[in-house]
């Protein structure tokens, strides 16, 4: 079978696409970096609570960016019913005991008027949890990985 010129030049050109595509990095590629948005009724106080937590402020606009670990979030002045008490975040960590010392120095509940943080507990899915709430009622999950769980890293 002969093939006419312009099928040849569409298989050529189809060969070199594809050729380049392998050379593009891979997609997603390790690299990205997710950041749900946080709401925030005061957002003052909400960016005091996470700094005092140590979490790591990289931009201070009409939104703030904050780093920790490897992850990060967007904190927003979005004041909308329903949302801030539905909202939870989490945090997984090497040690939580380490944490927990932490948490517990900083006197959350007095000096941001926030309930009170739980001490770590094991709870029934398997995960040792200490749970923090933020001025907003945001509740974090700060949760200890576990060896040899794929899906706690």
């Keep these: 079978m002969k093939m006419r010129a312009y099928d040849l030049n569409a298989v050529q050109e189809l060969t070199t696409l594809r050729k380049e595509h392998k050379q593009m990095p891979a997609i997603p590629n390790g690299t990205e970096?997710?950041?749900?948005?946080?709401?925030t009724k005061d957002f003052e106080l909400s960016k005091r609570f996470y700094e005092a937590l140590g979490?790591?402020?990289v931009?201070?606009?009409?939104v703030a960016i904050f780093h920790v670990g490897l992850g990060g979030f967007v904190l927003a002045p979005v004041n909308e019913?329903?949302?801030?008490?539905?909202?939870?975040?989490q945090l997984m960590v090497d040690d939580l005991d380490a944490w927990w010392?932490?948490?517990?120095?900083l006197d959350?509940?007095?000096n941001f008027e926030v309930r009170p943080p739980t001490a770590p507990a094991m709870q029934p899915w398997g995960l040792r949890i200490v749970y923090v709430v933020d001025p907003s009622n945001v509740l974090w999950h700060f949760a200890e990985r576990r060896?040899?769980?794929a899906h706690d890293q």
């Design 81 to 89: 019913a329903g949302l801030l008490e539905n909202f939870m975040m």
């Design 33 to 39: 970096r997710m950041r749900a948005f946080i709401p």
């Design 55 to 57: 979490f790591e402020k």
């Design 147 to 149: 060896e040899g769980k």
């Design 59 to 62: 931009l201070n606009t009409e």
């Design 108 to 110: 959350l509940a007095k």
């Design 101 to 105: 010392a932490h948490i517990e120095s």
